[in-house]
Each structure stands twice: as C-alpha cells, then as structure tokens.
C-alpha cells in the first residue's frame, strides 16, 4: 500500500541552526502538506502546496520556514534559524485533490532544538 | 471561521464498554468530516469519513454519522478493546478552504482490562 515516508525520524539540531525535514509524499498525489504536533497536543496546520506553489499558510508558517519540491518525488520543509519552541513532531501529508478528500500522513519526524 | 470542537479527555474505559467521543464543528457549507487514530509513537490514520450530510462513516466497528442539523461528527462503538488506546482526532475539510484540513484538539482514549 503506497504510504508517505519521512526522513530522518528524529532529529536534534541546536538553537540557531537551520534544518530541513524530508518527504515523499505517495507518488500521484498533487497536494502536499507539513503540520505539527508539540508535546502529543494538538496537530496544527502549516502549509499546503500544489502545482509548486503554497496554496495555504497559517500565522505559524513564519519567514524562518520554507518549503520546496526539489525534484519529482521530495518535497522539503526547512527551518532557516531553529529556535527552541520549534521542537515537535512535524508530520508531512499528501492528497489526491484537495477537495473533499481526507489527507494521508507520514509517521512523522521529531524535531528537537537544544 | 473554521473549527473543530472535540470533548476532552482522558477517557477511560473498560473493555467492552460502549464508547462515544463527541465532536462539533463549525464551517460555511458542507464540509467533509473526518476521524483520525494515532497510537503511542505512531503518525495519524484515517480511522473513517464523511463527505455529504447523512453519511455514515465506519471502519473497525467505528461508526461516525455527519448531522448536518446539529453540526456533530460523533465517534462511536459498541464494544472497545485494550488495541482501542490511542488519541482520536476529529478533523474537517472545508468547502471554503479546501486546501487544509483542520483538526480538534485530540481526545486521548485508554481501555482497561
């Protein structure tokens, strides 16, 4: 069953430091997304993207993120200058369309910042 | 704008007791409902869905009901197990921003023997 993978599972970086989170989003979806979820609370909404463009992004996706389709198959999630409450799990997720279909997520990578 | 209201937890519950997590949302138009199911240490699925007012959404012995009249996507099931412990999340898409997917604040779900 096709599954979106992330890379690493967990990372550990230090304050300042810029990281970038990796994803393959299932192979013939056209919406992607990055959410995060801090301390097993709520799961909040990032960014979308479709069509190589950011569809949406909420107040947290600040000028410190970005994102990026680098090639055919990954698509990217960076923080530039990583500040400690950037520590999460930060799950990617993929959809057919957006419309009215339900979104499928990786397993997540854990961001630590010390 | 947007939302999504779940009940709190922790609920705990004893195997095969009847279970129901209340969900209500807030959305122009019809939004398409969902739950979501994330174990300890896992990622989220899809538990079950619903696309249009009166649809039924099950999986699991998981059922959902979308009532448009009361705004409400409750989970239930008759019987849960020990597996059942997890976080459940009620999550819509709506019609007026289509490209996300919003999500309750999780109601985490613990099943005793």
């Known amino acids: 069953e096709p599954e979106v993978t992330q890379t690493p599972s967990h990372q550990v970086t230090q304050m300042g430091q810029e990281v970038i989170l990796r994803c393959v989003p299932i192979?013939?979806?056209?919406?992607f997304y990055w959410y995060r979820q801090i301390l097993g609370q709520k799961v909040e909404f990032l960014v979308s993207?479709?069509?190589?463009?950011?569809?949406?992004k909420s107040e947290i996706f600040d000028d410190q993120f970005s994102v990026e389709r680098p090639d055919g198959s990954n698509f990217t999630l960076k923080i530039r200058s990583t500040k400690l409450e950037d520590s999460a799990m930060y799950f990617c997720?993929?959809?057919?369309?957006?419309?009215?279909?339900?979104?499928?997520f990786g397993q997540g990578t854990r961001l630590t910042v010390v | 704008g947007n939302s999504v209201t779940q009940m709190e937890g922790p609920v705990t519950l004893s195997e095969e007791a009847f279970l129901t997590i209340n969900c209500t949302y807030t959305?122009?138009?019809?939004?398409?409902l969902f739950w979501y199911v994330q174990y300890p240490g896992e990622g989220l699925q899809l538990l079950l869905k619903a696309t249009k007012a009166d649809d039924k959404g099950s999986n699991k012995g998981f059922e959902a009901t979308y009532r448009k009249e009361t705004t409400s996507f409750h989970l239930e099931k008759g019987s849960v197990q020990v597996s059942d412990s997890a976080v459940y999340f009620c999550a819509l898409r709506s019609e007026s921003s289509a490209s996300k997917i919003i999500f309750g604040s999780g109601t985490r779900l613990s099943i005793r023997p």
């Open positions: 192979s013939n979806h056209l919406y």
């Open positions: 993207f479709y069509n190589n463009e950011i569809s949406e």
């Open positions: 959305a122009t138009g019809y939004p398409s």
């Open positions: 997720a993929s959809s057919p369309l957006p419309s009215n279909t339900e979104a499928f």
